[in-house]
């Protein structure tokens, strides 16, 4: 039965043949109050489609489910509704015999749809808000775990669709001006729709519910499966609730990023290890938006090689990858998301210049090498050049309180101050504010570190020198100089995490010199001692002799010139003596004197 749906999902004229729509939908046009007309305009392909997806969401048919769910929905979409709306739940209920849990699973794709490809209004907003709603509501508050297997890569949809939708909802709310009458009364009387607590205490119930911070740590101790089960319960047992619950991990780091709380980001992530055996990584992008926020929070917090290793090690991952996310329907996410991390990964290495990886930064420099050339010698174009990537790498930034529209006095002022031109930026965009308010704090300490590479490349060029010698070449007094020197040997440490600390938390690490320079200064005197890396042979050999076999490949796979045909009359081909004969007045016409001239016979 799995192999004949299979089969189904992959070709149109099977589903129109082998379905009978008339016993799914039975006495639809005798019970059922739809236009028959609307209903006539679905494919039956697709009716046919979603028969089958119903039936593999009731068998708990993983196999079945996960086809019709990465290649059925995305191929009809493509096909019939990549401009429209999919029909709506209610049109589509007479063919599930109204299975209330297929039709939120199905509104949730609906609305997922919406938002990814078209405009949703302000009842797509509600709406989808509600549909969570009933979803996590019937995952959490249910007599007992729900009898319900999900693909891992759709759960992890649902919480990343989820967040998503939130953050959209909050960049939306935030631009009074915009608002329609209508739409101002609607959020007056919202309530808590799309509230920040209500996102967190969804996200946290998952993680309690399936107590998957306990199962992480059991397994890390190696307790046996019994005891695992027992210390899990009959929740975390289930597959559908272990997933979720990790995912609503990684959630809760993107949500605390997005309120711009990054310690409690990691914080949460505290039981959750980096590498490749954890199962976040069995989702790819999961795994990618992982390593993204966990680096994120660390340039926040200062902590540039840490952020470097981050990034280092999940772009490695997505170019040995390449040809794999090429065929996943989110190949486009993941490539936007690696571009930002390379434009972070700029940024660190600017800021903390490392030799982690010499591959990852020549691509980083020569997709951002203006700004990466500005960046590292500092001055006054590199605050430009940071603030550029950082607006176009950073997450999405939202204010967790809405506006006022609940007082419609202070909404009038908002308004009335927008249209004065007194304030446009606060009554219309907060959430830019909140962007700039983290790009502020970000450009602040990079601009105490903007003379940084001036005075060490002026330090490397001595191994003493006078504090006032050294004064003289920055046109500064010597007083400026010592506290640019303290700020040089400030940037020049920073907190990170050590070899052997990998199943510690992510906040923890010590105090280490990510320079290769230090100095000391001893009365007058600057003493400089600079510490050579030697250089990796072995990558650059790999490296160069992969690009060599690339170009060597290239070669091989050229077509071979076409000889050009004669365009003359065909003669008889010259015998071997005149050949030689003529090949000996060539050679002796164009002998050459040591001067230039032509010698004479």
């Not at 996200?203 to 992480?216: C, E, P």
């Not at 949460?268 to 966990?294: D, G, I, W």
């Not at 600390?501 to 003493?527: K, P, W, Y």
């Not at 365009?567 to 050459?592: E, M």
Request: glycine fraction near 4%.
């Amino acid at each position: 039965m799995a192999q004949q749906r299979l089969a189904l999902w992959n070709t149109e004229e099977d589903l129109e043949e082998d379905v009978d729509l008339s016993i799914a939908i039975g006495n639809y046009g005798q019970n059922m109050q739809y236009e028959e007309s609307a209903f006539s305009q679905i494919p039956d392909v697709v009716k046919s489609f979603i028969v089958h997806f119903h039936q593999a969401v009731l068998d708990n048919n993983l196999a079945d489910i996960t086809v019709a769910y990465e290649s059925g929905w995305n191929k009809y979409t493509e096909k019939f509704y990549s401009k429209t709306e999919w029909p709506e739940a209610e049109l589509i209920a007479p063919l599930v015999n109204d299975d209330p849990i297929f039709l939120i699973l199905y509104r949730e794709l609906y609305y997922r749809h919406v938002y990814s490809r078209l405009q949703p209004n302000i009842d797509d907003r509600f709406h989808s808000y509600e549909n969570s709603c009933e979803l996590f509501n019937y995952l959490l508050n249910s007599d007992g775990p729900v009898e319900l297997e999900l693909p891992e890569q759709w759960l992890w949809d649902i919480i990343d669709e989820f967040i998503y939708q939130y953050q959209v909802f909050c960049t939306w709310r935030s631009k009074v001006t915009t608002k329609t009458q209508d739409e101002l009364i609607m959020l007056a009387e919202g309530g808590p729709v799309w509230s920040s607590y209500s996102v967190l205490n969804v996200l946290y119930s998952l993680m309690q519910k399936s107590r998957v911070n306990d199962y992480i740590v059991a397994q890390r101790e190696g307790k046996s499966p019994e005891e695992i089960a027992e210390i899990v319960g009959e929740y975390g047992q289930r597959p559908l609730y272990r997933m979720l619950g990790y995912f609503s991990i990684i959630g809760l780091l993107r949500v605390h990023v997005h309120l711009g709380d990054f310690t409690l980001g990691l914080k949460v992530m505290e039981n959750v290890e980096l590498n490749q055996k954890s199962p976040f990584t069995r989702v790819t992008a999961c795994h990618v938006a992982t390593y993204y926020y966990v680096g994120f929070c660390y340039i926040m917090l200062r902590r540039y090689p840490d952020a470097i290793r981050t990034f280092v090690t999940i772009l490695n991952f997505i170019m040995r990858m390449r040809q794999y996310h090429t065929r996943s329907y989110q190949y486009d996410q993941i490539s936007k998301t690696a571009d930002r991390m390379y434009a972070l990964f700029a940024m660190c290495h600017a800021l903390s210049p490392s030799r982690l990886d010499d591959n990852i930064a020549n691509i980083a420099k020569e997709r951002y090498g203006e700004q990466y050339s500005k960046m590292a010698h500092g001055g006054p174009d590199a605050l430009a050049a940071f603030e550029e990537l950082f607006l176009y790498a950073c997450p999405k930034f939202i204010t967790a309180n809405p506006p006022p529209y609940e007082d419609p006095a202070a909404i009038n002022a908002l308004i009335s101050a927008s249209a004065e031109g007194e304030s446009p930026t606060q009554a219309t965009a907060p959430q830019t504010d909140s962007t700039h308010r983290h790009l502020d704090l970000f450009l602040a300490d990079v601009a105490a570190q903007l003379p940084v590479p001036t005075l060490r490349s002026f330090l490397k060029l001595y191994t003493s020198l006078g504090a006032k010698k050294l004064a003289n070449f920055l046109d500064a007094d010597e007083e400026e100089l010592v506290q640019e020197m303290m700020v040089l040997k400030q940037a020049s440490r920073s907190i990170s995490r050590v070899a052997g600390t990998e199943g510690a938390s992510l906040l923890e690490g010590q105090t280490i010199t990510t320079s290769d320079l230090n100095f000391i200064i001893d009365e007058n005197m600057v003493h400089i001692a600079e510490s050579t890396v030697g250089r990796r042979y072995a990558g650059w050999f790999i490296k160069n002799a992969e690009r060599t076999q690339k170009i060597l490949d290239d070669i091989k796979n050229m077509p071979l010139p076409v000889a050009p045909k004669p365009t003359g009359p065909t003669t008889a081909a010259p015998s071997s003596q005149d050949a030689q004969t003529q090949n000996r007045a060539t050679r002796n016409a164009g002998q050459k004197v040591a001067w230039g001239g032509v010698k004479v016979a």
